[in-house]
């Protein structure tokens, strides 16, 4: 996937600054990416990318290379791809530009080139030395955005389980992403898997292979805070101390019920189980559910696959 985002790019920066038609032959020798043994594997590989770049609105065009049309070349029109500028500040721009800084998936800062493309930003000097690692592995993050995006089936490997899925949404919640999805074979039970639990995760060709429900909300299944819905029960749950200090960060109406040296257990109340349940399992085993019995069993339940 890196190798193939890094070819779009290079073939897409070469159409924007030749300023004319170009023949597959001559992307063929001057894109770095297209180095194929054979010209029907250039061929495949040119005619995939092609695809992809107008399948992100990209509108690739064929014309004339000369008065004589004997060949045509391909070119992307300048006006239709083109953004108008936003206008922005140079104050607006620095903030961007500590933002795209304070970012990082998997411990590596995410790229400055867009920020570059609005007019650039002066550094700024007294920028707090704070990062948000948005964490796990960009190729991964990127095969299942491809995958919700196309609406195409993702299989991997989970809690000891092989699955089928159909990806609705993915999103981050406490330090680790989540995609919400039915299995294939159980499309009503919509549920939360992290992605750092996934292995050998495959997203399959197919297009447009599910729908969405309109009315899908992501917050019934991914882990949030709670929100405003009126609780339907309450929960003890015992946390680590070492991150009893982001249970009451993360939850405000989180009560201590009682409190040692290795553990701290808060009243918690639960307005969407599924939620709670993919909250708590966020802790790993630094967060056991004490009661109430049933709430302990789904949980258990949803790590064995059994839910």
């Known amino acids: 996937m890196q190798r193939v985002i890094e070819r779009i790019l290079n073939l897409l920066a070469f159409l924007l600054t030749v300023h004319r038609p170009v023949t597959a032959e001559e992307i063929r020798n001057t894109v770095a990416g297209y180095d194929q043994d ?22 690739l065009e064929m014309t004339a290379i000369d008065i004589w049309e004997v060949e045509d070349g391909y070119v ?33 800062s995410t790229g400055l080139s867009a920020i570059f493309k609005l007019g650039g930003a002066s550094p700024v000097l007294n920028a707090p030395n704070v990062t948000a690692d948005l964490g ?12 919700i995006a196309a ?9 000891a389980k092989q699955r089928r899925v159909t990806p609705y949404v993915l999103a981050h919640r406490f330090g680790h992403w989540y995609v919400a999805a039915p299995e ?19 997203v399959e060709p197919r297009r447009g292979a599910f729908a969405r429900p309109l009315d899908f909300d992501a917050s019934t299944v991914i882990p949030t805070g709670g929100g ?13 101390r ?32 599924q939620s709670f349940i993919g909250w708590v399992l966020g ?3 630094k967060a056991v559910i004490v009661s109430p019995d049933g709430l302990r069993e789904r949980l258990v339940a949803h790590v064995d696959g059994s839910a």
């Open 38 to 59: 054979t010209d029907a594997a250039f061929r495949r590989t040119f005619e995939r990318d092609k695809d992809l770049l107008r399948s992100l609105g990209v509108p």
């Open 76 to 108: 992307i029109p300048p006006d239709g791809y083109a953004i108008d500028d936003p206008g922005l500040s140079e104050e607006e721009r620095s903030a961007l530009l500590v933002a795209a800084q304070a970012v990082q998936f998997a411990g590596q």
């Open 136 to 147: 796990h592995d960009l190729e991964v993050l990127g095969l299942i955005f491809d995958a």
């Open 151 to 159: 609406r195409k089936v993702i299989s991997f490997q989970y809690t």
């Open 184 to 202: 294939v074979d159980a499309p009503d039970v919509v549920k939360a898997f992290r992605v750092d639990r996934m292995q050998n995760p495959l």
């Open 228 to 240: 405003d819905q009126p609780p339907t029960e309450m929960a003890l749950v015992r946390f680590d």
């Open 242 to 273: 070492d991150v009893a200090r982001i249970v009451t960060s993360q939850i405000s109406d989180a009560v201590v019920h009682d409190s040692d040296d290795i553990s701290t257990t808060f009243s918690i109340p639960v307005r969407v189980e």
């Open 283 to 285: 802790f790993d085993d």
